[in-house]
């Protein structure tokens, strides 16, 4: 299935679209708030984006375009990652 590329408030980022459809990555990702889960969880994530969360979260802009000093918020996060299942269920 390969990687996708999206666009994100002005920014450009990929998507790992087998990692998007798959039930493991799902199911970690689901869990991460809960205990034992969140390494898991985390994992999944960095799999979802193509092992860049690192760098992804120091990168994912505010709705005004500009990135936090600390990096990206929780609810920019959220967006972000709704995005990017977005882009992974596009049909081309």
């Given at each position: 299935?390969?990687?996708?590329?999206f666009?994100?408030?002005g920014s450009d980022f990929e998507v790992d679209v087998a990692?998007?459809?798959?039930?493991?990555v799902q199911r970690d990702i689901s869990l991460v708030g809960e205990p034992g889960h969140?390494?898991?969880g985390w994992e999944s994530?960095?799999?979802l984006f193509c092992?860049?969360?690192d760098e992804y979260l120091d990168s994912i802009p505010g709705e005004d375009?500009?990135?936090?000093?600390?990096?990206?918020?929780?609810a920019d996060f959220v967006a972000f990652v709704q995005a990017a299942?977005?882009?992974a269920n596009a049909k081309n």
């Open positions: 299935m390969g990687t996708r590329k666009e994100f408030r990692a998007a459809h798959s039930m493991r969140a390494a898991k994530f960095d799999k092992g860049r969360l375009g500009k990135v936090g000093e600390h990096g990206c918020t929780d299942s977005e882009a």
